[in-house]
């Protein structure tokens, strides 16, 4: 009996240990050069950080930001272009048994460049982020995934300071508020925060008449936007002066309370993504330019920004994701061609450096899958 109960103790430790072994999947949003390229599927293992690449969604142009529902049946895509009727949106559905993609529909987007995409919380609509059209574009879609042409397209006006990069409008990011029916939205090039209230019930779906518009420092220029879960602060990217900016959020008002820098004085900076840990004690930002690095941020009483460390990347850091269990971070840059692994302390916040990558064609943006 002693025998029998050893070796079944053993088993069982060592289905617990195979069990706790997680393999996560990740869509890569990816400028292509070649019509071979396009959204990459990566497959991560939490235990040995193996990151390896499991498949490509070819025949897209410049998939450059890649979201799904929350089901993971449906995949949507901005084809980041330029033309008469501007960028694309594609839809595809995803059926997880057979791990393949079937391409849905595609609509252009009204605005040059689309480099942001958003489900509504209901997801029968779907919102797109048109940086050189200055403009935001707001879509059906059906359970099953299919689009439908434009029914509302929101056309921003204005400029700023920076003649180079802020000569009109450019909209960067679109995060819908945790708790009430309204979006955020970013605008680089005229330095503003726009909050637009939204109807489900409705048609059109956003209530542009009733937008508040937030202005921010001239010259800052807006990037990427993350709010907390109780929805009482807005954690802004300034990518032209590579800051980060906390805004408390109260009764349909945003108060800028303090700006951090993430560099060294500059007017031509490079700031990029902006994470939150699962805990809401560390912002992650990443630069790109002349700096490559991520720079971690602790949150002291939900408000004030501490830098606790600064790490270099590879070449130019666009998109990284802290992963599900929040023990490594994944950085995408794409003057590298590179997705590399860093580990993360949970209690402190700092990331290491691994050995841990995957060569991937200019990856920009991660989304777990």
């Keep these: 009996m002693k025998i029998l109960y050893s070796t079944a103790f053993f088993l069982t430790l060592l289905l617990v240990g195979c069990s706790a072994t997680k393999e996560t999947n990740f869509l890569v949003g990816t400028y292509a050069d070649t019509s071979s390229q396009g959204i990459n599927v990566i497959k991560f293992n939490e235990k040995t950080k193996d990151i390896s690449l499991q498949s490509v969604v070819a025949g897209i142009a410049n998939p450059s930001f890649v979201i799904t529902n929350k089901s993971k049946t449906i995949v949507l895509a901005v084809e980041e272009t330029a033309g008469d009727n501007g960028g694309k949106v594609t839809s595809y559905s995803y059926t997880k048994s057979s791990k393949s993609f079937e391409k849905l529909t595609s609509f252009f987007t009204k605005g040059n460049h689309p480099c942001t995409v958003a489900f509504s919380p209901n997801e029968d609509y779907v919102l797109v982020g048109n940086y050189s ?80 518009s937030t202005k921010v420092a001239a010259g800052s220029g807006p990037r990427h936007l993350v709010w907390n879960k109780a929805g009482n602060h807005l954690y802004v990217t300034y990518e032209l002066t590579n800051e980060v900016a906390v805004f408390d959020y109260k009764d349909n008002k945003l108060t800028q309370i303090e700006t951090i820098a993430l560099t060294a004085p ?60 929040q023990k490594n971070v994944l950085v995408a840059t794409q003057g590298s061609n590179l997705i590399s692994v860093f580990d993360r302390n949970e209690e402190t916040g700092l990331l290491i450096a691994t050995t841990k990558e995957l060569t991937i064609n200019k990856p920009v943006y991660l989304f777990g899958f």
Excluded: M
């Design 133 to 212: 059209g200055g403009n935001l574009s707001v879509f059906s879609i059906d359970k099953a995934g299919n689009l439908s042409d434009n029914n509302q397209l929101i056309q921003y006006v204005g400029k700023s300071v920076n003649t180079e990069r802020q000569e009109k409008p450019h909209v960067h990011c679109i995060v819908f508020h945790p708790k009430e029916s309204k979006i955020a939205v970013a605008d680089l090039g005229t330095d503003a925060i726009e909050l637009i209230p939204f109807d489900k019930n409705s048609t059109p779906f956003l209530k542009e008449n009733e937008t508040i």
């Design 266 to 325: 500059t007017k031509t900076g490079s700031a990029a993504e902006i994470r939150l840990s699962k805990d809401e004690k560390y912002l992650y930002a990443s630069v790109r330019g002349n700096d490559n690095q991520i720079v971690v941020l602790k949150i002291n009483e939900g408000r004030k920004l501490e830098v606790v460390q600064t790490i270099k990347t590879a070449k130019t850091p666009r998109n990284f994701i802290i992963t599900t269990n």
